[in-house]
């Protein structure tokens, strides 16, 4: 059973193959220098590659917008290469899951020409068309002050056609059981081909029903389910990893009372709340989301993490607590985006200091669930905001001093290295911290190794532990007869905080510090009195040694 439940004890590192190395020097990363660096990701303590979208595609939305879901874009390799590259990783125990972008297409795909061009193609219907512009082409929009309406006239088809997306970007009619039958088909060919499962990109408006008598979409859960069985037959332990920033009130719906529509999703809610707090101290707003997604299936699980490939979406905060946010990390117009959002990455947000972003990502390795980091941020890479929209995130990976950063040979590939200044590839690089033993790489490694032995935080129930101090946040987990407590102070000052630790099933109180010597012992009141440094943090097993030499491993 646990095997087959992979992905509750997985850390998941998300890269695109065209920015992570260039193996023919013709300035694109690929499948060849991909698999160069299998043993770099396999050290780090990856255990699950998730790649961007990789196959054929005329590039206006990084790849997203597909124009072949069955093959892979030639200045990434061949089908060969990728089929080489899953048996590599295999070999080294790593699994890979893929982007699965079928919410749209682009409009240079087959099937959309084949539908816009001949109205009795099968392939009509496999869009959402109107016969005039709805009243509502306006309301919708995803990408504010960029994209401003979701129907866009065609020419060719003299009609409307809808795009919650960019206007390149035609939607699927999702309802049409021959549109779900590709989909199926879609997933099954890349199952063939050794991939573990897909990071499903924006679920709600996959599931969603959509036409011009659409007033108010109904989400189509069933289909979730659907997907679910399909992979369950086709491959028993593959996933769907689903990027679905919704209430936590429709969590449930989502995964299924019973864990029978999605194993996983992205906490958006607890990652919007995460960095409220690490802008401000308050830690109420991020226990009130803990508190909000707790409840899931027991196979079921949350992807936790701090930046992705996108903006950094705070369309869920309050408009104050947005505005604390984007004093702290986002002060500048060019640093926002969409009016909700900040494209930047963490190390150049917390203003590359060392002690805050080892709070950041300690939390995360500490939060219930599967961490997933995006490439990069093992190193502290920055951003280049002269880039457009969110591909200032997006610049290839940094491997060493020599030209372009060691990601390709090429004097002037298509998108260039960050050179220059706190970020430049001349002073953030693989290379240079694999050198140094207290570099941030280094940390970095030791911190998801211990991760990786405490399968508690993955497996076990947690309670939030009330603490002398609002600016410091402990967290309990428990499973099996073991426990685990972690502690993160978000005060930028020195100061002891007290806490019970809530475990009594031996009388044995202490706690074993899992990263340092600093062990701790409970008072004469039974709380604990633990001193924490500027932004400090703590990883307790409790109970003493004799737990931390028997407990129970997965």
């Given amino acids: 059973m646990l095997n087959d439940l992979w992905y509750k004890n997985a850390i998941i590192y998300c890269l695109s193959v065209g920015t992570f190395m260039d193996a023919n ?3 694109v990363g690929d499948f060849q220098g991909l698999m160069r660096r299998l043993a770099y990701l396999q050290g780090l303590g990856v255990t699950t590659i998730w790649l961007m979208p990789f196959q054929p595609s005329p590039g206006r939305d990084n790849g997203y917008d597909v124009s072949d879901y069955y093959n892979v874009d030639p200045k990434y390799g061949t089908l060969g290469d990728f089929a080489e590259f899953t048996h590599a990783c295999d070999e080294r125990g790593m699994r890979v899951i893929i982007d699965l972008v079928v919410n749209h297409t682009s409009d240079q795909h087959p099937w959309f020409k084949e539908a816009r061009s001949d109205p009795a193609s099968k392939y009509r219907d496999w869009y959402v068309w109107s016969d005039s512009q709805p009243s509502n082409a306006k309301s919708g929009v995803v990408f504010p002050g960029v994209q401003k309406s979701t129907w866009s006239f065609d020419k060719r088809a003299k009609r409307w056609y809808f795009h919650r997306f960019y206007d390149f970007q035609p939607d699927l009619n999702t309802s049409n059981p021959y549109v779900q039958a590709e989909l199926l088909k879609i997933m099954g060919f890349w199952i063939q081909l050794g991939v573990s499962g897909f990071r499903m990109d924006a679920v709600p408006f996959v599931i969603a029903t959509k036409g011009t008598k659409v007033r108010r979409p109904v989400e189509q859960y069933d289909m979730l389910r659907t997907f679910r069985e399909f992979l369950q037959w086709r ?4 996933i769907i990893l689903a990027e679905a920033n919704v209430m936590p009130d429709t969590d449930l719906e989502y995964f299924g009372d019973e864990g029978e529509r999605l194993p996983m999703m992205f906490n958006f809610q607890l990652n919007q709340n995460t960095f409220y707090t690490l802008a401000t101290g308050d830690t109420n707003p991020l226990k009130k989301a803990l508190i909000a997604t707790k409840p899931r299936p027991p196979t079921a699980q949350w992807g936790v993490f701090l930046r992705n490939h996108d903006e950094l979406d705070l369309g869920r905060l309050t408009p104050d607590q947005r505005a604390a946010v984007f004093a702290e990390f986002a002060p500048e117009p060019d640093m926002q985006l969409y009016g909700r959002g900040i494209r930047r990455r963490l190390a150049p947000m917390l203003a590359g200091d060392r002690r805050r972003l080892e709070l950041a990502y300690s939390l995360m390795l500490t939060l219930p669930g599967t961490p997933v980091f995006r490439y990069g941020d093992e190193i502290g890479m920055g951003d280049d905001l002269r880039r457009h929209e969110r591909e200032s995130t997006r610049t290839p990976m940094q491997w060493s001093t020599e ?12 998108v260039r290295v960050i050179s220059g200044g706190a970020y430049g590839f001349e002073r953030v690089n693989v290379a240079s911290q694999r050198r140094d033993p207290n570099s941030f790489l280094n940390w970095m490694e030791r ?3 211990m991760r990786r032995e405490v399968p508690e935080i993955s497996w076990g129930d947690f309670e939030v532990l009330r603490t002398s101090r609002n600016d410091v946040f402990a967290l309990r987990y428990d499973w099996r ?6 502690v993160h102070n978000f005060g930028d000052e020195a100061c002891t905080v007290r806490f019970r630790s809530g475990y009594n099933e031996t009388g044995d109180d202490r706690l074993i510090n899992l990263l340092s010597d600093d062990h701790s012992h409970a008072g004469d009141d039974g709380r604990h009195a633990v001193v924490l440094e500027p ?20």
């Fill in 535 to 554: 932004y400090g943090y703590r990883w307790y097993r409790v109970g003493g040694l004799d737990y931390l030499l028997r407990r129970t491993e997965v």
């Fill in 447 to 449: 911190m998801i190794r």
């Fill in 25 to 27: 020097g013709d300035g």
């Fill in 481 to 486: 007869n073991n426990s685990v407590l972690c």
């Fill in 235 to 238: 491959e028993g332990d593959a």
């Fill in 403 to 414: 030209q372009q950063g060691g990601f390709t040979k090429h004097p002037k590939p298509p």
